[in-house]
């Protein structure tokens, strides 16, 4: 593997030459010779080619489907290179394996698929002739500096379809914000809606289909690895919550550096994750090796989520005023 020369507080995912060996005997290696039942792979990270793996998976298995697919885009993941196509052509290719993941789907099953501005109205087409389209949730994707002749592409979509839109789970107090209250109001003397603090006015509202509090993981994220199109946890836990229970099975047959499975893991549900390139399933193991002892999701805290930066922000002010309050105390008491 290749080796990076890191910062002291680069907290960027590495895995050492003994790690990648033991990780490796984790893996579930698909030989393509036999079929695949449920049991021999939860909880599992599939090392295979998607399109041939979903041929052998068995129907009505999983509970929840999370898909972030090779955009139409020229992208190098480590070796693997996808070459973006004309419009059809991409269609084309997401009818090799769209029918058969739709079919591994439980009755009361939802779906989640991952896009952005290019490929987003390609998803929806197809997406849309296997199942029942609900919502598009647009997210607020800041990073990199920009460009000098177009818009900076700072947003992407996840469309959100079901095959029985009359029996599916969804359970919005489970992904419920907190929000500071700018112009807190008052009835008969008190907060109305919101909810006045030592940490601050704060208010829970319900999500919308448009998320601004998602940070990108960066070099300084225990989270972060090296994968070129890595989700936060952060948006993948909200969609994992919402969607599915305890115990469920969520399923990712794109798997990456593995934060479905390990958000997964964390939230106490089961996984099954599908990943083609070998090192990046080394990297989903550590990962997952990692949550068992480590279940913190940034940005999630208290069955809540926070507005982007300011979880980290509240607890330093509640600590200062800790500090401050007993350094008043001891004062008084001298």
């Known amino acids: 593997m290749t080796k990076k020369e890191r910062a002291p507080r680069n907290q960027t995912l590495t895995v050492s030459d003994s790690e990648s060996a033991r990780f490796a005997d984790k893996l579930?290696?698909?030989?393509?010779?036999?079929?695949?039942?449920?049991?021999?792979?939860?909880?599992?990270?599939?090392?295979?080619?998607?399109?041939?793996?979903?041929?052998?998976?068995?129907?009505?298995i999983f509970d929840l489907i999370i898909i972030d697919p090779p955009y139409n885009l020229d992208k190098d993941f480590h070796g693997f290179k996808f070459k973006?196509?004309?419009?059809?052509?991409y269609v084309e290719y997401?009818?090799?394996?769209?029918?058969?993941?739709?079919?591994?789907?439980?009755?009361?099953?939802?779906?989640?698929?991952?896009?952005?501005?290019?490929?987003?109205?390609?998803?929806?087409?197809?997406?849309?002739?296997?199942?029942?389209?609900?919502?598009?949730?647009?997210?607020?994707?800041?990073?990199?500096?920009?460009?000098?002749?177009?818009?900076?592409?700072?947003?992407?979509?996840?469309?959100?379809?079901?095959?029985?839109?009359?029996?599916?789970?969804?359970?919005?107090?489970?992904?419920?914000?907190?929000?500071?209250v700018i112009a807190p109001y008052k009835e008969n003397g008190k907060p109305k809606d919101w909810e006045e603090t030592e940490k601050g006015n704060f208010r829970l509202t319900h999500p919308s289909n448009f998320w601004d509090d998602i940070s990108i993981p960066y070099w300084s994220m225990p989270e972060n690895t090296d994968h070129p199109t890595q989700?936060?946890?952060?948006?993948?836990?909200?969609?994992?919550l919402a969607s599915s229970k305890e115990n469920d099975v969520v399923f990712d047959p794109f798997l990456g550096s593995g934060t479905t499975s390990v958000v997964s893991k964390k939230l106490n549900r089961n996984y099954v994750g599908i990943e083609f390139n070998k090192e990046y399933a080394i990297w989903a193991e550590k990962r997952l090796m990692l949550a068992e002892d480590d279940k913190t999701i940034q940005g999630y805290s208290d069955g809540v989520f926070w507005e982007r930066n300011t979880l980290a922000a509240q607890k330093k002010q509640s600590k200062k005023k800790v500090t401050s309050n007993l350094a008043s105390r001891n004062l008084f008491e001298q």
């Open 84 to 89: 973006a196509s004309d419009d059809r052509a």
């Open 231 to 240: 989700k936060p946890e952060k948006l993948i836990a909200k969609l994992i």
């Open 94 to 180: 997401l009818e090799t394996w769209f029918s058969n993941v739709v079919r591994t789907m439980k009755p009361n099953a939802s779906l989640y698929l991952c896009g952005d501005w290019k490929n987003s109205a390609t998803l929806y087409e197809v997406m849309n002739r296997h199942l029942t389209v609900l919502n598009r949730i647009t997210w607020q994707r800041e990073k990199g500096r920009g460009a000098k002749t177009n818009w900076k592409n700072a947003m992407e979509d996840i469309w959100f379809g079901v095959k029985n839109k009359s029996d599916y789970y969804f359970d919005v107090d489970s992904v419920k914000m907190k929000r500071k």
């Open 28 to 60: 579930f290696v698909d030989t393509g010779k036999t079929s695949l039942d449920l049991e021999a792979i939860l909880n599992k990270t599939v090392l295979g080619d998607t399109i041939e793996v979903l041929k052998r998976l068995p129907d009505s």
